[in-house]
């Protein structure tokens, strides 16, 4: 079964450091970009960050670029989020996420985690 | 910076259509795809590359992208259908997420 787990989220105070992870199974890792995409509470869906197969390219949403560091270990099946200086508005879910298609980037979400819950509060 | 825009809510009664639209500059040029979101649980993709199902996707939901709209088409909706919708789509390196819309089945 393709199964993505997430884990790591915590109460954290404001500017302080977080690092989440993702671990995969059921398909090969290293064969596809992945993705992780944020739900504040009882808000919509925003895309975080993008890393691909082989770590080489990443992308960063505005909100978070230069605060936020996505790395992948695919020797681990693991996706992580390095998350620095945080704020009140990081508070949210945080979903990792497989691209369809293998090769491709900018993709459609086609396999999700449960989430894993970061709050950011003083 | 690129929006996707989608109506807060649409209501259908059970076995009608029901439309959720989605609404982009040149949204037409880009590949679209929609994720629905049932309370407590993680998205799932419905539509990927504007009109295609994944497999294990019911054959009622249906996909269009053309001009500056995407539409998500749920024919013969079921009260199963009732959740949040979000389409997607990709704009320079970014993904774009639409607002969302919820689908009440009343």
């Known amino acids: 079964e393709v199964q993505l787990v997430e884990s790591g989220g915590v109460v954290v105070q404001p500017g302080g450091s977080l690092r989440l992870s993702c671990a995969a199974s059921?398909?090969?890792?290293?064969?596809?970009?992945m993705y992780w995409v944020r739900q504040a509470p009882g808000k919509g869906l925003e895309w975080v960050s993008l890393?691909?197969?082989?770590?080489?390219?990443?992308d960063y949403a505005d909100s978070v670029k230069g605060r936020f560091t996505i790395s992948r270990d695919n020797s681990k099946n693991s996706l992580y989020l390095q998350m620095n200086s945080l704020r009140t508005e990081d508070t949210a879910l945080y979903y990792c996420?497989?691209?369809?298609?293998?090769?491709?980037?900018?993709?459609?979400?086609?396999?999700w985690g449960q989430g894993t819950m970061v709050t950011v509060s003083s | 910076s690129y929006e996707l825009t989608q109506p807060p809510s649409v209501s259908v009664s059970p076995g009608q259509t029901a439309s959720i639209t989605c609404s982009g500059d040149?949204?037409?040029?880009?590949?679209a795809c929609w994720y629905q979101q049932k309370p407590g649980q993680s998205p799932v993709l419905v539509i990927y590359?504007?009109?295609k199902r994944p497999s294990g996707i019911p054959e009622r939901f249906s996909g269009s992208n053309s001009g500056n709209t995407a539409t998500l088409t749920i024919s013969g909706t079921q009260p199963m259908d009732e959740a949040d919708y979000y389409c997607?789509?990709?704009?320079?390196?970014?993904?774009?997420f639409g607002g969302g819309t919820q689908l009440t089945v009343l």
């Open positions: 996420a497989k691209a369809q298609r293998d090769g491709y980037n900018y993709d459609a979400f086609d396999i």
């Open positions: 059921g398909f090969t890792l290293d064969d596809y970009t």
């Open positions: 890393i691909s197969w082989d770590g080489g390219s990443t």
């Open positions: 040149k949204l037409g040029d880009k590949y």
């Open positions: 590359q504007d009109s």
């Open positions: 997607q789509a990709w704009d320079s390196s970014t993904g774009v």
